[in-house]
């Protein structure tokens, strides 16, 4: 399995294996973001309550900070994640809706 960074997607030199997890200082060795913190985890979701999947789970203020969460796990990919362009998407979904305003 691969573990890529949220904030830089490269790829991580981690060996993960039973019993093993992401120290809560542990950081990505490329651009120091911290591992063990909500945008890393496999729970991790924007668009649900508190933003975590896992419904037990304290509320966490700073996504992208290191924390105490015992729920956390280190999310997989078999990829390096795409660059999030929802922005881009909205703005040719508002320049189709209105071309012909213009």
């Given amino acids: 399995m691969a573990y890529f960074c949220y904030k830089c997607s490269n790829e ?6 039973v019993g093993v997890k992401v120290g809560r200082l542990d ?3 490329h651009c120091g973001a911290n591992l063990h913190c909500c945008k890393n985890c ?3 979701d924007p668009s649900v309550h508190n933003e975590c999947l896992e419904t ?3 509320f966490i203020r ?3 900070e290191s924390n105490f969460c015992s729920h956390y796990e280190i ?3 078999d990829a390096a994640p795409e660059q999030d362009d ?3 998407k909205a703005k040719a979904k508002l ?4 071309k012909n305003l213009k």
């Fill in 12 to 17: 991580l030199d981690l060996i993960i294996t």
């Fill in 27 to 29: 950081t990505c060795a």
């Fill in 42 to 44: 496999r729970f991790y």
């Fill in 56 to 58: 037990h789970a304290d």
């Fill in 62 to 64: 700073e996504r992208e």
């Fill in 75 to 77: 999310k997989n990919r």
């Fill in 86 to 88: 929802s922005a881009a």
């Fill in 95 to 98: 320049d189709a809706l209105f």
